[in-house]
């Protein structure tokens, strides 16, 4: 995957693990380490202005069309897990984020991963093959 990287904006969150996220041994269940990729990349939003309602308000929506997670180590019931959670600047009609998920407790990384989503129109479900113009400027704003 090829990016024209001028400027990665990141942003990073800490999650307290629950007890209903960790099975019988208290291990953390798989799937949620995507939940946490997404807490991540809504908290980047809200703090670089990029949310969800911003799309949604332009009549369009962002959905994940790829998702990846590389399992280093496992989160156990009561750990905080630091998530950092990094825009990867393209020229495509995209938005490509990177994650790696720390253990708080000594810094370990617990989690490597990306997720790509595309932009759709919101009624139609129609793939928008250019950057929509508010993105266009965000991006120019950003530096990015």
Same mark, same amino acid.
């Given at each position: 995957?090829?990016?024209?990287?001028?400027?990665?904006?990141?942003?990073?969150?800490?999650?307290?693990?629950?007890?209903?996220?960790?099975?019988?041994?208290?291990?953390?269940?798989?799937?949620? +380490?995507?939940?946490?990729?997404?807490?991540?990349?809504?908290?980047?939003? =809200?703090?670089?202005?990029?949310?969800?309602?911003?799309?949604? =308000?332009?009549?369009?929506?962002?959905?994940?069309?790829?998702?990846?997670?590389?399992?280093?180590?496992?989160?156990?019931?009561?750990?905080?897990?630091?998530?950092?959670?990094?825009?990867?600047?393209?020229?495509?009609?995209?938005?490509?984020?990177? +994650?790696?998920? +720390?253990?708080? =407790?000594?810094?370990?990384?617990?989690?490597?991963?990306?997720?790509?989503?595309?932009?759709?129109?919101?009624?139609?479900?129609?793939?928008?093959?250019?950057?929509?113009?508010?993105?266009?400027?965000?991006?120019?704003?950003?530096?990015?």
């Amino acid at each position: 995957m090829e990016h024209e990287i001028s400027k990665e904006l990141k942003h990073e969150i800490e999650i307290l693990i629950r007890f209903n996220e960790a099975d019988p041994l208290g291990i953390v269940w798989h799937g949620h +380490y995507i939940r946490y990729f997404e807490d991540a990349r809504e908290a980047f939003g =809200k703090i670089h202005g990029l949310g969800y309602l911003d799309f949604f =308000k332009q009549n369009i929506v962002v959905p994940i069309v790829h998702a990846e997670c590389n399992y280093k180590k496992s989160l156990r019931f009561g750990d905080t897990v630091r998530v950092e959670a990094t825009y990867l600047p393209c020229e495509a009609a995209k938005m490509v984020f990177t +994650y790696i998920l +720390y253990n708080a =407790k000594d810094g370990s990384i617990v989690a490597t991963g990306s997720t790509t989503q595309v932009f759709l129109e919101r009624e139609q479900q129609t793939l928008i093959l250019n950057n929509p113009p508010f993105f266009q400027e965000w991006k120019q704003k950003m530096g990015v």
